[in-house]
């Protein structure tokens, strides 16, 4: 099994609901990863777990809250965005943490779109 | 710091032509250099990878080098296929960070 599993694979919310995304592997990598990708743009760190520990955080807004429930699983939790957090959410896996040699595995990701 | 740019698209080209796609980067230290390709709908995936000087990804007809006295890691294909219609993005990482390029999209047409 080679996959990163996402869902939803897309979300509409307004901006007072909460909602999450989830993200599953099972390829016993130590490492994932949220990204956030908006339209014809590159993907930006949001997130890093490394052994299930939040490692690298790039100053992103608290209204996202990632969770790391076990080394299988991680989730975005989602309160009170705005319009502009509407893109698509990927998630990635890594064997380990690091990202020197290390080859990183996307999920499709999670389309969200804020109203 | 660590950068990396690539050449704008879109690229179009009609199928069994060759393909360039220019990556150049800067980079302190030895990072490791990747091809990321998008097909449409879905997230990135890995096409092919160097992790030193002179080194050679290849995958699925594509090939870069990974050339220190340039600072270049240019991908290539010999004859594209209406199939390869993607975003390629090209990405330098180091310990901490994974620095993709802006992103180059490919329109193949029969």
Known sequence: ?115 | GNSVTQMEGPVTLSEEAFLTINCTYTATGYPSLFWYVQYPGEGLQLLLKATKADDKGSNKGFEATYRKETTSFHLEKGSVQVSDSAVYFCALGSTDKLIFGTGTRLQVFP
């Open chain 1, 1 to 115: 099994d080679t996959e990163v599993t996402q869902t939803p694979k897309h979300l509409v919310m307004g901006m007072t609901n909460k909602k999450s995304l989830k993200c599953e592997q099972h390829m016993g990598h130590r490492a994932m990863y949220w990204y956030k990708q908006k339209a014809k743009k590159p993907p930006e760190l949001m997130f890093v777990y490394s052994y299930e520990k939040l490692s690298i955080n790039e100053s992103v807004p608290s209204r996202f809250s990632p969770e790391c429930p076990n080394s299988s699983l991680l989730n975005l939790h989602l309160h009170a965005l705005q319009p502009e957090d509407s893109a698509l959410y990927l998630c990635a896996s890594s064997q380990f943490p690091g990202f020197g040699n290390g080859e990183l595995f996307f999920g499709e990701g999670s389309r969200l779109t804020v109203l």
